[in-house]
């Protein structure tokens, strides 16, 4: 229950940074989306891709149950959202829309950089160098890496009746997505074992 609550508001984090980044899609919105990934690593929350880089032998379980924890915080954000009088969801059916034209097999691959990125702040956050927090969410954002959290707060705040019509393309892309991100969430440590970021 300890994992499951610390990921719930982890979750909660980044839906509030997701609300920000849909009610203002720009470069200003993703740095503001930063504010997600700081609270997470201030407060110690449990995040799919702050843990996936860190994860050890056996804790496979764990991993899932923050997975499903992050995704229950950013349904609670999501259904806040659906009652602001912005066009949160038009714009969440946009981004949709565009990871769907892309394929999952795309997708997928370009979370690999969005996992890199993500450890490798996490790894700095740790130390207490906030930095590449700050530059690393817009840097991902910006350059398309899709993050399998905020993805399913989007995914979330789209329209019902466009999710259920694409329900099955939509899964499968965000397998794809959660996979890549647990690549490139290790990609460091894969290549060069010896200087693994420490938990």
């Known amino acids: 229950m300890k994992i499951l609550r610390s990921s719930f508001l982890a979750g909660v984090c980044i839906g509030i940074a997701g609300f920000g980044y849909l009610a203002e899609k720009s470069i200003i919105g993703s740095v503001l989306f930063a504010f997600g990934l700081l609270a997470v690593v201030?407060?110690?929350?449990k995040l799919y891709t702050g843990t996936a880089g860190f994860i050890k032998?056996?804790?496979?379980?764990?991993?899932?149950?923050?997975?499903?924890?992050?995704?229950?915080?950013?349904?609670?954000?999501?259904?806040?959202a659906r009652v602001s009088p912005m066009p949160l969801q038009e714009t969440a059916q946009g981004i949709l829309e565009a990871r769907l034209r892309t394929g999952a097999v795309s997708c997928g691959i370009l979370a690999i950089g969005c996992g890199f990125i993500m450890t490798t702040a996490v790894t700095f956050g740790r130390r207490q160098q906030y930095l590449?927090?700050?530059?690393?969410?817009?840097?991902?954002?910006?350059?398309?890496?899709?993050?399998?959290?905020?993805?399913?707060?989007?995914?979330?705040?789209?329209?019902?009746?466009?999710l259920s019509s694409h329900a099955v393309e939509i899964l499968l892309l965000y397998v794809a997505i959660v996979i890549g991100n647990f690549i490139g969430c290790n990609l460091f440590r894969c290549v060069l074992s010896d200087s693994a970021p420490h938990q």
């Open 42 to 45: 201030h407060y110690g929350l």
């Open 132 to 162: 590449p927090l700050l530059f690393g969410v817009p840097l991902f954002i910006m350059c398309g890496f899709p993050h399998c959290i905020a993805d399913v707060f989007y995914y979330l705040c789209a329209p019902v009746d466009f």
């Open 57 to 80: 032998k056996g804790e496979w379980g764990s991993l899932l149950l923050i997975l499903l924890g992050n995704i229950i915080g950013c349904l609670f954000v999501s259904l806040i």
